[in-house]
């Protein structure tokens, strides 16, 4: 049986990991009979959103115990983790990937990423373990994949700010349909631009269940 990986930014898509695309990502490795792990850094939340208007809230929240609402509470430090156990590792997308795991939300071309973060992801790249990034987080991987010059191909859907953004970081960006993905071979990686794209649940599962299949067959 196949093992992933699955990497949450906290709950909720303003502040955290996207909650629909992470349920799909998890419904999706299940049914195709996939063992999964849930991780998440336990550091504190770049801030928190009232999801109802929008608006910051005077507290602070921990990604690790927010993410764990998601994992109905299974769930693991990302410092505990070794990739060399996974056969794959996905990404789902929301703010929290451009905020918690890098603040490229706030400084674009020049954000900074999370160090347990970059050194996680540096570490599955240079093992070749099959990744999947949904949503913003291509954006992310492309960042990080630049501190070891490595130069990928990933989609984000077709915003042309976020793709100039990654082309900066020496990646390539290809447009995509929402119910569609990129796949870079060479590098084991296969990107979906989810709610960058879409409007609805449908058709947002679609493209990430393409996905969860494509990385079964590297």
Do not use: W
């Not at 099959?130 to 990080?144: E, Q, R, S, V």
């Not at 990107?191 to 067959?217: C, H, S």
């Amino acid at each position: 049986m196949k093992k992933a990986a699955v990497i949450l930014s906290g709950s909720g898509v303003y502040d955290g990991a996207e909650i629909q695309e992470s349920v799909i990502t998890l419904l999706a490795l299940d049914r195709a009979g996939v063992n999964v792990e849930i991780f998440a850094p336990n550091i504190d939340q770049y801030h928190v959103i009232n999801h109802i208007n929008g608006k910051e809230m005077n507290e602070k929240r921990n990604v690790l115990v927010e993410a764990a609402r998601i994992a109905r509470g299974e769930i693991k430090d990302i410092k505990d983790v070794d990739v060399k156990n996974f056969d794959m590792i996905v990404f789902p997308g929301g703010f929290g990937v451009a905020k918690n795991f890098c603040d490229l939300a706030l400084k674009g071309k020049d954000c900074v990423v999370e160090p347990v973060i970059e050194e996680f992801v540096i570490q599955a790249l240079s093992e070749k373990i099959p990744l999947g990034f949904i949503c913003i987080a291509p954006a992310l991987l492309a960042k990080i994949a630049s501190k070891i010059g490595l130069k990928l191909e990933v989609t984000i859907g077709s915003d042309v700010e976020t793709a100039q953004i990654i082309e900066s970081f020496g990646s390539t960006h290809i447009q995509c349909p929402v119910n569609d993905i990129a796949i870079d071979k060479k590098n084991k990686i296969i990107t979906v631009p989810a709610y960058m794209e879409g409007e609805g649940i449908a058709e947002v599962a679609e493209g990430i269940e393409k996905l969860i299949f494509k990385l079964m067959d590297f």
